[in-house]
């Protein structure tokens, strides 16, 4: 029902998923980026910003919280080496998580990203820069989305999408861009949402000598004997640790 600039609420659907954050200072806490789509794809740059894979983390775990199933998208596969590239992000497969190389550019892993797309409801995020905008472009020209380059001192984004719209695709499905975020802080993290997101982790958890073992070099702690076997990636423990995972 749309009468000149004005719409009309219809109805309000109830909601069945979403990617949320904890809003700086002031109310509402909650700042929900969408809702009610299937899956994320979370962008991270191979390189022009370097991906934080601490930041990653945490878009991992708002997404499996939010009840989004994870896509994991390397970009800007053209400015790194393919080797480096995988061993950096290949924890990610091993835990299950489907991970594409893409490059917006060479063309890389773009049929894959435009089928994982094709009729579902997507939301594509991550951080400022790191190419979404020109993925979606690549993949679906009559976007017409506007992109800009990365600062050549500050090697970041310069947050040029600024309003989140759901935008239909050409091949089927609708995805929703976002503008790159700076920071993301997180809500309602439960122990169940943070094994989702690190299987690596909860593989090992439970082995402990100590019940209330911190995981930080008490005696005998699985997650640290892990580690040092070289079956679970310091940095993942640290990350996982991070945001409350006991
Ligand atoms: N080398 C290379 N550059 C890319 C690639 N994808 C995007 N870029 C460049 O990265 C810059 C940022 O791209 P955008 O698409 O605007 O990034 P964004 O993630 O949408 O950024 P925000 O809207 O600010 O969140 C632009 O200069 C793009 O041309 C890629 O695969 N390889
Ligand atoms: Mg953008
Ligand atoms: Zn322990």
């Not at 911190?214 to 945001?243: T, W, Y």
């Amino acid at each position: 029902m749309l009468e000149h600039d004005r719409g009309v609420i219809e109805a309000v659907l109830p909601r069945t998923s979403d990617l949320s954050r904890r809003a700086a200072g002031s109310e509402p806490l909650r700042h929900t980026l969408v809702a009610n789509v299937d899956q994320a794809v979370i962008v991270f740059a191979a390189a022009e910003p370097r991906a934080d894979l601490f930041m990653l983390d945490r878009f991992l775990v708002a997404a499996v919280g939010g009840g989004l199933e994870p896509l994991l998208c390397v970009n800007k596969a053209d400015l790194a080496d393919p080797e480096l590239l995988e061993a950096r992000f290949a924890v990610y497969r091993q835990c299950g998580f489907r991970l594409a190389s893409t490059s917006a550019v060479r063309g890389d892993g773009l049929a894959e990203l435009r089928e994982a797309l094709t009729d579902r409801r997507s939301v594509i995020c991550g951080p400022s820069g790191v190419g979404k905008s020109s993925l979606l472009n690549a993949i679906a020209p009559g976007l017409h989305l506007r992109t800009s380059e990365v600062g050549e001192v500050t090697h970041k984004g310069r947050h040029t999408t600024s309003a989140i719209a759901l935008l239909p695709l050409p091949f089927g499905g609708w995805v929703a861009d976002t503008p790159g975020l700076r920071q993301l802080s997180l809500l309602e993290v439960t122990q169940e949402h943070l094994a989702a997101a690190f299987p690596d982790v909860a593989a090992h958890l439970g082995r402990c000598r100590y019940s209330n073992c911190s995981h930080l070099g008490d005696p005998g702690c699985g997650l640290q004997a892990a580690v040092a076997s070289g079956d679970l990636e310091r940095r993942r423990l640290k990350s996982f640790l991070q945001m409350g995972g006991r």
